[in-house]
Each structure stands twice: as structure tokens, then as C-alpha cells.
């Protein structure tokens, strides 16, 4: 089976996160600003689509050069071996994007590659008419920096955050893939408690229990990659599918908690928990912040609250950061992760955190704040 050079894109400050998962897997990494490559065949492709927590998309690097003028463009993305990929009657859209580069007018750099591919395209299939582009969909990307021009084919189609679970969302949705992120940065083991205070519409604790149980994030949704009948062996997806079942844990026994304030998004995350065929292993439930108490030691919370950024919030969003410390810092046994983009927050919490990792919510510069819990071993009965 052909072996291709892979990219998964991943949002800026998980990318050391998504290269983790791909070396747990069994692949060999490089770390870059915003993707992980490594290598692999049309399995490794609907495997890592099916497994990847934390990645965006899966995308196979079709050619890399440099080019300072759009004849350069033109000749050099003509010379790649476009139909090894594209069957004849492929349709193959083609997004840009450039930066800091000589080539700059995005449109003009999607027209000049399309027609290059159209050329190869159509002298090697001897075709004298226009391509029809009535069967599969071929995503195509040419993304410029500094002069490098990188063309990639992408395998996933829509995000792989769209797990295909949440029927319904909030008004400040975390993506799947972000609220995994935050669920691995914990290092939560699923035989301890795990509690989401400010759970909105739950992606965060059903994303806990998706890890809890082993199952593939990717199980329950496409990948454009699988109509691809000239790449992907027949029987190919369905066998990767089947041991990705076969590989879920539904005997583990997990103490997973959701809360929210708002009655109507416990409603929503409860939704979204059946949609995920999780009902039974997240527990959601309309409650304050500050109304919360447990008995339990060597938790995790992880919490994505309410930022403040409109001005009229602020003051009663800096209340819940001051409720959650009064609450939150005499449970010395738990480990406390806070998302947020208010930088004050540990004024406003009233403790120094552990450790900051700045993560990107979307295009918002957010920070999370880790205050480490000191494990009790539980005393024997």
C-alpha cells in the first residue's frame, strides 16, 4: 500500500498535543506551528481520521516548492503527479491562502493551480474537452508562506471536531477537539472523579467520557476520503471501523459530572450526552457554582467559564472566579484546570497557579490555568 506524507492541522497550542497522539499510535512525528507530520498509508489515514483527539484535519502533502511569480506556480504544481490522486472524473475545489509571500492575490493563486491541475489532468488522461468533476470530491488546498508553496489533498472534509454528537450548542460553544485538549492537559485518570462546574451544552464531559471508554472520537461520523474509490482498498473502512469498536471499553465505571446554572443547557447537554450514546455515564444537573460540595478527593475539574469580554459582564463573571476559589482551593487532593481569557483571573481566584499554557479558542487568545492537586491515597476499609 502507497505510503504518503501526512499532515494533521491543529489549532495554535495543541499541535504538542496532537504530535503525542500520533507517536501513542505508533507513528514517527515532527512538531510545526499549527500541524504534525509523519508518514503513512490510506490505513493510517482512516485510522488517525477515527483516533485523533485534538487534530483539525488530515491532509496528504501532494508537493511543497518555492515560487516568486505565477509562472512558477503554474509549471511547478503542473509537474506533480495529480493523477495518482484525482480520477478522471474528480471534483477537485481549490482553497488558498497566502502570507508574507510575492504571491499574494489569494483568487489568482487558486485560478493559476487549478488550471495547472486541469492541464496535467487532462494530458495525461488524454482528454481534449473540459474535465466533467461529477464524482468524489478531492479538497484541495495551496497554502503560500514566505514564498513556500505547500499543496495538500484533505482526507477528513468537514473538521474532525464535528464528532457528529452535539445536536444542539450554547451561546459559546468549545469545540470537540479543544474540549479533549483540555481533558488531556488534566492527565484525569476514569477511575477518579471528574466534575465540568460550567458544563453549558457538556462537550467537555462527554469528551471525558469518549476518552474514559476508549472510544474513537471519529466512530460516529464520514471521512471524504472513504468515497474515494480509486485510494481506498474496498472493505478498508469498515474493517478500521469495526476495531475501533472492538477496541472501546464499556465496562469501565466512570464519575463524571456536569453543572450548569442555566436548566435549559443541562437540557441541551443531556441531548447531546443521548446523541453520544453516553446517557448513562455523564451525569448532568442544573447547579450554581457556588451550591457545589462533594465528599470525594483526587478529582479533576476542568472548566471553560463565562470570559467577561463584553464590559457589562465582567463584574458578575469575576464573582464565579472569586466563588470558584473560595470553593475550590481548600480541595487540596483535586487538580483544578480554568480556561479563560481574562488574564487577572488568579486575582480575582485568589491563588497562584501551578502552571499557564496559552491555547487559542477559535481566533481568542485564552489561557489555562493549572492548580495542581497533592494525591491522597484513599484509606482501606
Same mark, same amino acid.
Given at each position: 500500500m502507497q505510503k504518503y506524507d501526512l499532515i494533521a492541522t +491543529? &489549532?495554535? %497550542?495543541?499541535? &504538542?498535543?496532537?504530535?503525542?497522539? !500520533?507517536?501513542?499510535? $505508533?507513528?514517527?512525528?515532527?512538531? /510545526?506551528? %499549527?500541524? *504534525?507530520?509523519?508518514? $503513512?498509508? =490510506?490505513?493510517?489515514?482512516?485510522? #488517525?481520521?477515527?483516533? !485523533?483527539? #485534538?487534530?483539525d484535519r488530515i491532509k496528504i502533502v501532494i508537493g511543497e516548492f518555492n515560487a516568486t511569480t505565477f509562472d512558477e506556480l503554474f509549471d511547478q504544481t503542473y509537474r506533480l503527479p495529480w493523477a495518482d490522486y484525482l480520477p478522471i472524473d474528480a471534483a477537485f475545489p481549490v482553497e488558498g491562502r497566502s502570507h508574507r509571500s510575492q504571491l499574494h492575490n489569494v483568487p489568482s493563486v487558486q485560478a493559476i493551480v487549478k488550471k495547472a491541475i486541469v492541464r496535467s489532468l487532462s494530458d495525461k488522461y488524454h482528454r481534449r474537452t473540459r474535465l466533467p468533476e461529477s464524482g468524489a470530491t478531492y479538497p484541495l488546498e495551496v497554502a503560500i508562506v514566505k514564498d513556500h508553496v505547500l499543496l495538500t489533498l484533505d482526507t477528513s472534509g468537514s473538521s474532525l471536531f464535528k464528532r457528529g454528537y452535539r445536536r444542539e450548542k450554547g451561546g459559546a460553544p468549545l469545540k /470537540?477537539? =479543544?474540549a479533549a485538549a483540555l481533558v488531556l492537559l488534566a492527565h484525569w485518570f476514569p477511575d477518579n472523579p471528574f466534575v465540568?462546574? *460550567?458544563?453549558?451544552?457538556? #462537550?467537555?464531559?462527554?469528551?471525558?467520557? !469518549?476518552?474514559?471508554?476508549?472510544?474513537a472520537p471519529g466512530i460516529n461520523r464520514d471521512f471524504i476520503c472513504e468515497s474515494w474509490d480509486n485510494l481506498v482498498p474496498a472493505g478498508l473502512s469498515d474493517?478500521?471501523?469495526? +476495531?475501533?469498536?472492538? &477496541? +472501546?471499553?464499556?465496562? *469501565?465505571?466512570?464519575d463524571i459530572h456536569g453543572y450548569d446554572i442555566?436548566?435549559? =443547557?443541562?437540557?441541551?447537554?443531556?441531548?447531546?450526552?443521548? @446523541? +453520544? $450514546?453516553? #446517557?448513562h455515564d455523564v451525569h448532568f444537573k442544573q447547579l450554581a457554582v457556588k451550591d457545589w460540595r462533594t465528599d470525594e478527593i483526587n $478529582?479533576?475539574?476542568? @472548566?471553560?467559564?463565562?470570559?467577561?469580554?463584553?464590559? %457589562?459582564?465582567r463584574d458578575s463573571v469575576r464573582e464565579l472566579y472569586r466563588q470558584m476559589g473560595e470553593l475550590y482551593r481548600p480541595m487540596t487532593t483535586w487538580?483544578?484546570?480554568? !480556561?479563560? &481569557?481574562?488574564? /487577572?483571573?488568579?486575582h480575582y481566584y485568589g491563588q497562584k497557579a501551578t502552571k499557564r499554557r496559552k491555547l487559542y479558542n477559535g481566533a481568542l487568545r485564552t489561557d489555562l490555568f493549572q492548580f495542581w492537586g497533592h494525591r491522597k491515597r484513599p484509606q482501606k476499609n
Open positions: +491543529a &489549532a495554535s %497550542g495543541i499541535e &504538542a498535543l496532537v504530535g503525542k497522539e !500520533l507517536r501513542n499510535l $505508533g507513528y514517527q512525528t515532527q512538531v /510545526e506551528n %499549527g500541524r *504534525v507530520r509523519f508518514q $503513512g498509508t =490510506m490505513k493510517d489515514i482512516i485510522k #488517525t481520521n477515527l483516533w !485523533l483527539r #485534538t487534530a /470537540e477537539n =479543544m465540568d462546574p *460550567v458544563c453549558g451544552s457538556g #462537550t467537555i464531559p462527554i469528551e471525558a467520557a !469518549l476518552i474514559g471508554h476508549n472510544i474493517e478500521l471501523r469495526d +476495531a475501533a469498536d472492538d &477496541a +472501546a471499553d464499556y465496562d *469501565v465505571s466512570l442555566d436548566q435549559n =443547557m443541562i437540557a441541551i447537554a443531556k441531548a447531546n450526552c443521548q @446523541a +453520544a $450514546g453516553l #446517557t $478529582g479533576v475539574i476542568v @472548566a471553560n467559564p463565562p470570559y467577561g469580554e463584553r464590559l %457589562g459582564d487538580s483544578k484546570y480554568i !480556561l479563560t &481569557a481574562d488574564l /487577572e483571573f488568579e
